[in-house]
């Protein structure tokens, strides 16, 4: 699904809102058309039992995150999508640490959020010239280098993992991963 | 000044949230100390949200959105604040529920006159996460990794033949890497690790100083 800057200035502007004022009516809004989105990420989870029911149930977990937490979200810093991005990728390691059982205190947003939190302000020119960089590379990768990007980012499967699975040696899907991400112009480290 | 970073693949895997939950603790102590990594790991959340963006979107079940509505409506809309007034002294954000005393209080576990170890339950099957710490001048000995091991250094530092790692400083070593960090003399040097096989040693000490022989992955 392709949206123009000015869709996704104006999600970035109701979730803004929503920050300030905790209108249900944007709630519902921004309900509408993100959690479509988060149930097909949601989905596209490495296989686990009952997957439908896990994606409707991060769907939940990550639109009430939303409307607990838009008072922090930062116009300046982020944009909607990406900032539900992070949401619903803390909400996905949450559930699935849940469903494995695993006791602890320390939660994803502990080892996530708060290590991403204090970010400068990025200049607006500059923040949507690498959304569009990214936007624009994304739709036009190799599929080897989108397939690795795919099952690394959707999937939530390690380099490693993926290198077993594809049986290509951890090296390929390194760089696999690197050419598409300096398509992207992004700041890669070595 | 923090030198030693997570590479794109650590870095990638992270902001993904694929990375597991013991390494990622130590991508996030680092990236505490570390702008430019931050700065890298959230233009690599842009990807995630991208990718996410361009998948077809999938019609939720009728009803969800009022379960939701009903759920919300007695809940608030205030941001949940859970950082402690004063954070602790020395405890990187990260590791603040799992030290709440702080590093001087972790109930040490001595493994040589120069070495004790602390684990620490954080919930990673895969990953057995501890804090070493090594008295000045001490070190561990020479050892290869089955898996992948994972450092970050809270205080102090040590040195091997990569190097010198100070607080801050991020060092991932696979199987086949092989070091023996030796400690700063000034002071003890305090790190994070998180390692998803036993470490095996070396050299004949290794045998009997093996600080993570009786200890599995939980």
Not at chain 2, 38 to 60: D, F, I, T
Not at chain 2, 178 to 201: K, V
Request: charged share 25%; net charge negative; hydrophobic share 40%.
């Amino acid at each position: 699904m392709t949206q123009t800057a000015s869709d996704r200035e104006m999600w970035t502007e109701l979730l803004a809102g929503l920050g300030k004022r905790h209108d249900r009516q944007d709630f519902i809004a921004l309900f509408n058309h993100f959690a479509p989105q988060i149930k097909a990420y949601g989905l596209s989870t490495q296989a686990t039992p009952g997957l439908h029911a896990f994606a409707e149930e991060l769907v939940q977990e990550t639109m009430i995150r939303v409307w607990r937490r838009a008072s922090t979200f930062d116009a300046s810093k982020a944009s909607a999508t990406t900032w539900i991005f992070t949401i619903a990728r803390n909400a996905r390691i949450d559930l699935l640490r849940r469903g494995a059982k695993h006791k602890s205190d320390v939660d994803a947003d502990d080892v996530w959020l708060e290590a991403e939190a204090d970010q400068q302000p990025v200049e607006e020119l500059e923040a949507d010239r690498n959304r569009r960089l990214v936007r624009e590379a994304i739709s036009q990768l190799p599929i080897e280098q989108s397939q690795v990007l795919a099952k690394v980012y959707l999937e939530g499967k390690p380099h490693s993992e993926v290198a077993r699975e594809l049986n290509l040696p951890l090296g390929t899907v390194k760089s696999r991963v690197r050419l598409a991400l300096n398509k992207m112009k992004l700041l890669v480290p070595q | 000044m923090v030198h030693h970073h997570p590479d794109s693949e650590v870095l990638t895997d992270y902001a993904a949230g694929s990375l597991a939950f013991g390494q990622s603790l130590c991508v996030a102590v680092h990236l505490e100390g570390c702008p430019e990594c931050r700065r890298r790991s959230s233009q690599l959340s842009q990807v995630g949200a991208e990718l996410m963006n361009q998948l077809v979107p999938v019609a939720v079940e009728d009803g969800l959105l009022d379960r939701i509505l009903g759920e919300i409506d007695g809940v608030s809309a205030l941001p949940v604040v859970d950082i402690p007034a004063s954070p602790i002294e020395g405890v990187p954000r990260a590791l603040r529920k799992l030290l709440p005393d702080g590093l001087d209080a972790v109930p040490w576990k001595r493994v040589t006159s120069r070495l004790q170890t602390a684990v620490l339950g954080v919930g990673d099957a895969a990953n057995q996460v501890a804090l070493v710490r090594i008295k000045p001048g001490g070190s561990i000995p020479e050892h290869r990794h089955g898996g992948t091991e994972t450092t970050v250094v809270l205080r102090g530092g040590f040195s091997d033949r990569g190097g010198n790692y100070l607080a801050g400083d991020f060092v991932s070593l696979g199987e086949d890497d092989s070091h023996q960090p030796i400690a700063h003399q000034n002071s003890d040097c305090i790190c994070l690790t998180a390692q998803n096989a036993p470490l095996q040693f070396t050299g004949f000490w290794g045998k009997i100083a093996n600080p993570f022989i009786s200890i599995h992955p939980q």
